[in-house]
């Protein structure tokens, strides 16, 4: 099973920078509802959102929205918490992504420990799954948090791809080689993989080719790269470097 290829890489787009332009000033503009809608007019798989404690970028009407306007997936990014939970059942998107969350952090830092904390996962993971939400833990590349997913019946895992993207050199092709590992562990324990964090044009390639991978999520990169060559555009290419990275897999 660890040779299994995915045909067609997913790519989910993460609108959350979209919302934090728009927060630095207040009002209403950019819209990243919008930003949603023309990236599925591109060819975005799905969209990702996630909706933090302290609402820094993402917030609880753009939820709203999004449910309401957009035909794509949409992949919440929640902290394991009762108020999360229950926005989570109130909306009942296609599928929650529970991720770590600190209130002083910029960005996600790392993943989740799955392994650490099954107790407090666990009735989450539940609820969610019997709420017919499709449950992923973003966790670092590591067999003992890949088993501990498995254990606590979430169904996919998404990969932190940031030590990877931040290193260059041979600490780069190691943690490449981490990634490769996690992702054929990950189907091996029956378990669907994405990947994502910090993904760019520079670095997306290496981790596209890796046949066990069913979908990626980036979203940073997206929007900062939007400003100098518009949003549409910025997805076409990515799309295009998964593509081209793909396809060298089933040429070989």
Do not use: W
Not at 57 to 84: C, Q, S, V, W, Y
Not at 99 to 127: M, Y
Not at 225 to 251: K, T, Y
């Amino acid at each position: 099973m660890s040779g299994t290829k995915t045909a067609h890489l997913r790519l989910g787009v993460n609108i959350d920078h979209v919302a934090t332009i728009r927060n630095a000033r207040g009002g209403e503009h950019p819209d990243p509802v919008r930003a949603a809608l023309a990236a599925a007019a591109v060819g975005a798989d799905g969209i990702t959102a996630h909706l933090r404690e302290d609402r820094r970028h993402i917030r609880d009407e753009d939820i709203d929205r999004l449910m309401k306007e957009i035909g794509l997936p949409l992949n919440l990014e929640m902290a394991a918490t009762e108020e999360m939970l229950e926005i989570a059942l109130r909306h009942r998107p296609h599928a929650c992504c529970i991720v770590p969350e600190r209130r002083e952090e910029v960005t996600t830092e790392g993943g989740l420990d799955a392994a650490g904390q099954r107790e407090k996962l666990a009735p989450i993971i539940r609820r969610l799954g019997d709420a017919g939400i499709r449950v992923s833990l973003f966790i670092n590349p590591d067999v003992r948090q890949l088993e501990a997913a498995r254990a606590l019946g979430a169904p996919v895992v998404e990969l932190h791809t940031g030590a990877y993207c931040d290193r260059t050199g041979l600490e780069q092709a190691e943690e490449l080689a981490r990634i490769t590992k996690a992702a054929r562990d990950g189907v091996e324990l029956g378990l669907e993989v994405h990947a994502g964090h910090g993904l760019s044009f520079g670095n997306v390639k290496p981790v596209a080719a890796l046949p066990q991978i069913a979908e990626l999520n980036i979203g940073h990169f997206l929007i900062g790269e939007a400003i100098f060559i518009g949003l549409g555009p910025a997805i076409r290419q990515m799309r295009a470097l998964m593509d081209e990275a793909r396809a060298g897999v089933h040429a070989a």
